[in-house]
């Protein structure tokens, strides 16, 4: 696999609590060619260089001594045009849902066009949340069986390196135009749209339209809505434009 394209996928640990996990998972990279492991607010602070998941990585403590952690999910999305959130449970509201199989030919199409894409996978516990999956631009599921769909985290990570490894090294050769390439480098990030929403939410509270002590679900409708979207650059400019407009109103 192109080692170029294995370094525009991130692979992003939320609030994760087994050091096991962390150390399974960038061996699994590894085995896979990727090595861009992100840690989000884990459990436990370090946990790259804790004794356990040094020993679950085997022979990637590689993966684990360059994986980056932090408190903030937005800066591990920040630049990605496709950023996928691994849950299986159901939303009434977030970004739109797709199988695994489909997500990954949009990961081929952002990669050979030179795109970043996250891929994230929550707590061990609880999975994703709401706030998460703000900063997602589709929300994902693997097939599995229906009566149990839970997997393992390390376990999670690891069918989804192998599959995604086979659909990239089969689309290497494959042709894409300008004109997709151009169209894929328009879109915002999450990180950008996150930014817009908050902007909105002061402008909707500044004209009256929003009650703070009573938001009912206005915001994670406008949300959803706009994710549907997938919001360009500019289309976020001409956004915080108007929600500036409301709160000179205030």
Request: with cysteine; aromatic share 4%.
């Amino acid at each position: 696999m192109n080692i170029d394209i294995a370094k525009l996928l991130r692979w992003v640990l939320v609030e994760t609590s087994h050091p096991g996990n962390v150390g399974s998972a960038a061996r699994a990279l590894k085995t896979m060619g990727f090595s861009d492991l992100r840690l989000i607010n884990p459990k436990i602070k370090g946990v790259a260089a804790s004794a356990e998941a040094i020993a679950l990585a085997s022979g990637a403590a590689d993966v684990l001594e360059s994986s980056l952690e932090s408190n903030s999910l937005a800066s591990a999305v920040e630049g990605c045009s496709l950023v996928l959130g691994l849950t299986s449970r159901d939303r009434e509201f977030g970004p739109p849902a797709l199988d695994w199989e489909t997500a990954r030919a949009l990961i081929s199409d952002a990669t050979l066009s030179g795109r970043k894409v996250a891929l994230l996978f929550g707590p061990e516990r609880t999975g994703l949340d709401n706030d998460h999956l703000v900063l997602c631009t589709h929300r994902v599921w693997l097939d599995a069986n229906p009566a149990y769909p839970s997997l393992n985290l390390a376990q999670a990570l690891m069918v989804c390196a192998y599959t995604l490894r086979e659909t990239l090294l089969r689309n290497a050769g494959e042709p894409h135009s300008l004109a997709n390439r151009e169209e894929m480098a328009d879109f915002a990030d999450p990180a950008a749209v996150a930014a817009m929403l908050e902007h909105w939410r002061e402008g909707l509270e500044a004209i009256g339209y929003l009650d703070p002590a009573n938001p009912k679900k206005l915001m994670p409708r406008i949300q959803a809505l706009f994710a549907r979207s997938r919001l360009h650059k500019k289309e976020i400019d001409l956004l915080r434009g108007i929600a500036k407009q409301m709160l000179l109103r205030k």
